[in-house]
């Protein structure tokens, strides 16, 4: 066994290397261990370090489109090339790369003068998000209207997985929009910020504005928060809100998939079923866990 | 429409790709079996739902192109589980993945690396294999590399390799003809000598694919983007002479050609069937 691990931590750190090779561009680890065969060792290592730029920044590409459209292909290919070396994959199926893309643009200095840049590409995120994720069969309204009245406000829901929610100051989607086609039209960047709902219908991935209550709402149910905490929020935000109608649209929108934190899941199911079997009788324990304390008071 | 009419015909099939879905969904051509790398069907997209409708007219193979065998590190198990949820719904006629590593120390690197082929590594190699056949609930195919370079420390000719491989854990051999005459070329063996030291009975298929001249280093590149070159054809009707009749892809990944260059190229590899069958 211990000759086992020696080769082992062997194999390891020349496997090390050769990433360091692909992804750093520095052979000198590499080259002593590679024949020449009538070749630059590093020109050989090129190959494989060209293949795998190469293909990453296609992969990003095709799920940034948008944001290559708006840098030109070469800057793209630039940035994608230092975001690769500093933050390769970590999922084999490249569909999953680039959750952190755009923070990384928000931070590349050669960008700055692109303000919007990075929000472009969490909206361009958001919809691969969508695009990759299946939608879940939704929870009926029915389900939240047989928990107590009283213990209602502590409930916390489980959204449609596909679903994001994400605000910016600049007018993102019409920006998006604007670049589907071959002549872009003008797009007025003092128009205003946006605050987008993203989710998965069917085979389609779709997207709309939301006013700034209903957004606060949704993004909080999004957070985990529990009900009151959800509506404090959205009333902060809109002081007409109404929470009954905001809940009515989240159902009939199918965006509730089950009730938060499968730890408070079957309690709920049991409070409700106690409430359908005696209707008045007084619940013992209280539903209203620390942790549904703790999300309301941060909303205060 | 003619629905019952059986699709599934010959031994020869296609790569499938996005842009050829629809048009292979209408017109339904002749064909031995599809072939997806699973690592595109892995997430909820709609492909995975078109790629499951095609799944009723013809058998599908899964490709796999990121287990990372090679990897001296734990096999990625979340990888393999999802691997495994794909093979169950899909329900694969093979599974094939690469006698490669790509991933290490939670770097994903997107390219089959190659492996010094020494004791050491064939010891951990099948350990590998063993785990994932296990893991998969399904005997792998292992697929030949195509390479750039080789390692001063490799002590054991790659055919020798792959067939220990096969030997030592039952799992098959997808013999990528491709890649035999690109390394070939790369590195000046006898690809028929190649051929000959796999071991028949392990052959689970064939892959053949297109290569371009990278002038400047004189290195063939295995892009899977153009036609399957002349000597390739050769050396793929001299395998089927020593393997038999196995299923054989025409692989095309990049620079997509129409549907049908890609069926003219499959119609190619059947005549080559059919001139050995004769034989």
Same mark, same amino acid.
């Given at each position: 066994?211990?000759?086992?691990?020696?080769?082992?931590?062997?194999?390891?750190?020349?496997?090390?290397?050769?990433?360091?090779?692909?992804?750093?561009?520095?052979?000198?680890?590499?080259?002593?261990?590679?024949?020449?065969?009538?070749?630059?060792?590093?020109?050989?290592?090129?190959?494989?370090?060209?293949?795998?730029?190469?293909? *990453?920044?296609? #992969?990003?590409?095709?799920?940034?489109?948008?944001?290559?459209?708006?840098?030109?292909?070469?800057?793209?290919? /630039?940035?994608?090339?230092?975001?690769?070396?500093?933050?390769?994959?970590?999922?084999?199926?490249?569909?999953?790369?680039?959750?952190?893309?755009? +923070?990384?643009?928000?931070?590349?200095?050669?960008?700055?003068?692109?303000?919007?840049?990075?929000?472009?590409?969490?909206?361009?995120?958001?919809?691969?998000?969508?695009?990759?994720?299946?939608?879940?069969?939704?929870?009926?309204?029915?389900?939240?209207?047989?928990?107590?009245?009283?213990?209602?406000?502590?409930?916390?829901?489980?959204?449609?997985?596909?679903?994001? /929610?994400?605000?910016?100051?600049?007018?993102?989607?019409?920006?998006?929009?604007? %670049?589907?086609?071959?002549?872009?039209?003008?797009?007025? *960047?003092?128009?205003?910020?946006?605050?987008?709902?993203?989710?998965?219908?069917?085979?389609?991935?779709?997207?709309?504005?939301?006013?700034?209550?209903?957004?606060?709402?949704?993004?909080?149910?999004?957070?985990?928060?529990?009900?009151?905490?959800?509506?404090?929020? #959205?009333?902060?935000?809109?002081?007409?809100?109404?929470?009954?109608?905001?809940?009515?649209?989240?159902?009939?929108?199918?965006?509730?998939?089950?009730?938060?934190?499968?730890?408070?899941?079957?309690?709920?199911?049991?409070?409700?079923?106690?409430?359908?079997? =005696?209707?008045?009788?007084?619940? =013992?324990?209280?539903?209203?866990?620390?942790?549904?304390?703790?999300?309301?008071?941060?909303?205060? | 429409?003619?629905?019952?009419?059986?699709?599934?015909?010959?031994?020869?099939?296609?790569? *499938?790709?996005?842009?050829?879905?629809?048009?292979?969904?209408?017109?339904?051509?002749?064909?031995?079996?599809?072939?997806?790398?699973?690592?595109?069907?892995?997430?909820?997209?709609?492909?995975? +739902?078109?790629?499951?409708?095609?799944?009723?007219?013809?058998?599908?193979?899964?490709?796999?192109?990121?287990?990372?065998?090679?990897?001296?590190?734990?096999?990625?198990?979340?990888?393999?589980?999802?691997?495994?949820?794909?093979?169950?719904?899909?329900?694969?006629?093979?599974?094939?993945?690469?006698?490669?590593?790509?991933?290490?120390?939670?770097?994903?690197?997107?390219?089959?690396?190659?492996?010094?082929?020494?004791?050491?590594?064939?010891?951990?190699?099948?350990?590998?294999?063993?785990?994932?056949?296990?893991?998969?609930?399904?005997?792998?195919?292992?697929?030949?590399?195509?390479?750039?370079?080789?390692?001063?420390?490799?002590?054991?000719?790659? #055919?020798?390799?792959?067939?220990?491989?096969?030997?030592?854990?039952?799992?098959?051999?997808?013999?990528?003809? %491709?890649?035999?005459?690109?390394?070939?070329?790369?590195?000046?063996?006898?690809?028929?000598? /190649?051929?000959?030291?796999?071991?028949?009975?392990?052959?689970?298929?064939?892959?053949?694919?297109?290569?371009?001249? #990278?002038?400047?280093?004189?290195?063939?590149?295995?892009?899977?983007?153009?036609?399957?070159?002349?000597?390739?054809?050769?050396?793929?009707?001299?395998?089927?002479?020593?393997?038999?009749?196995?299923?054989?892809?025409?692989?095309?990944?990049? %620079?997509?050609?129409?549907?049908?260059? *890609?069926?003219?190229?499959?119609?190619?590899?059947?005549?080559?069937? =059919? /001139?050995?069958?004769?034989?």
């Amino acid at each position: 066994m211990p000759k086992r691990r020696t080769d082992m931590s062997t194999l390891l750190e020349l496997q090390m290397r050769l990433r360091r090779a692909v992804l750093g561009g520095d052979t000198g680890e590499i080259v002593a261990a590679i024949q020449g065969d009538g070749l630059d060792p590093a020109a050989r290592v090129g190959i494989y370090r060209h293949h795998a730029f190469t293909t *990453l920044g296609d #992969a990003l590409q095709t799920t940034f489109p948008v944001v290559c459209r708006l840098v030109d292909k070469r800057f793209f290919a /630039y940035a994608a090339h230092e975001y690769l070396r500093q933050h390769p994959p970590h999922s084999r199926c490249l569909v999953e790369y680039g959750a952190d893309f755009a +923070d990384f643009l928000a931070r590349f200095t050669p960008c700055e003068k692109l303000p919007y840049l990075a929000d472009v590409a969490r909206f361009e995120w958001a919809l691969n998000i969508a695009a990759t994720v299946g939608e879940a069969a939704p929870l009926h309204a029915e389900t939240l209207a047989a928990i107590p009245p009283g213990k209602a406000a502590y409930v916390a829901l489980r959204l449609q997985p596909s679903l994001s /929610y994400f605000a910016s100051p600049w007018p993102i989607d019409t920006i998006w929009q604007a %670049n589907q086609a071959d002549e872009v039209p003008p797009v007025d *960047l003092a128009s205003g910020g946006a605050s987008l709902e993203i989710r998965r219908v069917g085979e389609a991935v779709s997207w709309r504005r939301l006013d700034l209550g209903t957004f606060a709402f949704r993004t909080a149910l999004a957070d985990g928060l529990v009900l009151a905490a959800a509506m404090s929020a #959205a009333t902060f935000k809109d002081p007409a809100f109404d929470l009954t109608v905001a809940l009515r649209q989240v159902f009939s929108e199918g965006l509730a998939v089950d009730f938060g934190r499968p730890g408070s899941t079957s309690r709920i199911r049991e409070l409700a079923t106690e409430r359908q079997e =005696r209707p008045n009788s007084s619940t =013992r324990s209280h539903y209203a866990t620390t942790n549904d304390m703790r999300c309301w008071s941060l909303q205060l | 429409m003619t629905r019952g009419r059986p699709i599934a015909s010959g031994r020869v099939g296609i790569g *499938l790709h996005l842009p050829h879905v629809s048009e292979i969904a209408a017109a339904r051509p002749r064909l031995g079996f599809l072939e997806v790398h699973a690592e595109n069907y892995m997430a909820e997209t709609p492909a995975l +739902d078109r790629l499951l409708g095609l799944r009723r007219d013809y058998p599908v193979s899964l490709h796999g192109v990121a287990l990372s065998l090679g990897s001296a590190e734990r096999l990625d198990h979340c990888h393999l589980m999802r691997f495994k949820a794909l093979i169950e719904r899909v329900e694969p006629m093979l599974v094939s993945e690469h006698l490669a590593w790509s991933a290490i120390s939670g770097a994903y690197l997107n390219d089959l690396l190659p492996l010094p082929y020494t004791e050491a590594s064939l010891d951990l190699f099948c350990r590998h294999v063993d785990e994932a056949q296990e893991g998969l609930g399904r005997r792998l195919l292992i697929e030949n590399p195509s390479s750039y370079l080789r390692y001063r420390d490799s002590t054991i000719p790659e #055919a020798e390799f792959m067939t220990e491989v096969a030997h030592r854990t039952g799992c098959g051999i997808l013999c990528d003809v %491709n890649n035999v005459h690109v390394s070939a070329s790369n590195f000046g063996f006898d690809p028929l000598a /190649y051929l000959d030291a796999l071991p028949i009975e392990a052959i689970g298929e064939i892959h053949l694919a297109g290569h371009r001249v #990278a002038e400047d280093v004189g290195i063939l590149i295995d892009d899977h983007g153009a036609r399957v070159a002349e000597p390739v054809w050769g050396l793929y009707a001299a395998a089927l002479r020593r393997f038999g009749p196995v299923p054989t892809l025409i692989e095309w990944d990049t %620079n997509l050609p129409t549907l049908e260059v *890609l069926l003219n190229e499959a119609r190619h590899a059947e005549e080559a069937h =059919r /001139y050995v069958d004769a034989a």
